[in-house]
T-cell receptor
Framework: KQEVTQIPAALSVPEGENLVLNCSFTDSAIYNLQWFRQDPGKGLTSLLL?????REQTSGRLNASLDKSSGRSTLYIAASQPGDSATYLCAVGTGNQFYFGTGTSLTVIP | GAVVSQHPSWVICKSGTSVKIECRSLDFQATTMFWYRQFPKQSLMLMATSNEGSKATYEQGVEKDKFLINHASLTLSTLTVTSAHPEDSSFYIC??????????????FGAGSRLTVL
């Protein structure tokens, strides 16, 4: 069974810093990997989707990379803002299922 | 873009009553919908996979008789928590797969429903 781990569990940074969130998975046979944002008490907002054949995807200040062979993905956030404060979840797509990591709770301090 | 609507967004009920949560794909047809449960400060746990016109497939440890799932049409799946108890209090989120997008396995998530059982 696929296991997804996210490190760190929590991260606090001053505004303007660049930061990296990590996601690792145990089975490299994946279809895709998706990064989500979740605000407290809210649902999930999709940020970036990387297909298994891709190495990275970019959207604005966000860049996600995928290294299937090593079972790793990173989410890079440039010039962080207080509005980026949320929990970030990675999800690995295998077949018809998604396996979620435990999330990284990000706080950007003004 | 694809939108999934979940209703109600929050509900409070008395112990022993049943609660129904709806998940609708608004601008696409979804042959498959997924129901997740999220405990405080934890990640999402897949409860069941709902396929239009057939019985849902439940994950190990999820009680079928407790969590009834009906996927009556290509745009609607419902989750009914029967005889709810306080331990059923949780955040329930659905997601839907667009049937027109093959191979991409892209899911769109609803905003979630917070259930509190008194």
């Amino acid at each position: 069974k696929q296991e997804v781990t996210q490190i760190p569990a929590a991260l606090s940074v001053p505004e303007g810093e660049n930061l990296v969130l990590n996601c690792s998975f145990t089975d490299s046979a994946i279809y895709n990997l998706q990064w989500f944002r979740q605000d407290p008490g809210k649902g999930l907002t999709s940020l970036l989707l990387i297909q298994s054949s891709q190495r990275e995807q970019t959207s604005g200040r966000l860049n996600a990379s995928l290294d299937k062979s090593s079972g790793r993905s990173t989410l890079y956030i440039a010039a962080s803002q207080p509005g980026d404060s949320a929990t970030y979840l990675c999800a690995v797509g295998t077949g018809n299922q998604f396996y979620f990591g435990t999330g990284t709770s990000l706080t950007v301090i003004p | 873009g694809a939108v999934v609507s979940q209703h109600p967004s929050w509900v409070i009920c008395k112990s022993g009553t049943s609660v129904k949560i709806e998940c609708r794909s608004l601008d696409f047809q979804a042959t498959t919908m997924f129901w997740y449960r999220q405990f405080p400060k934890q990640s999402l746990m897949l409860m069941a996979t709902s396929n239009e016109g057939s019985k849902a497939t439940y994950e190990q440890g999820v009680e079928k008789d407790k969590f009834l799932i009906n996927h009556a049409s290509l745009t609607l799946s419902t989750l009914t928590v029967t005889s709810a108890h306080p331990e059923d209090s949780s955040f329930y989120i659905c997601s839907a797969k667009d049937r027109t997008i093959s191979g991409a396995n892209v899911l769109t998530f609803g905003a979630g429903s917070r259930l509190t059982v008194l």
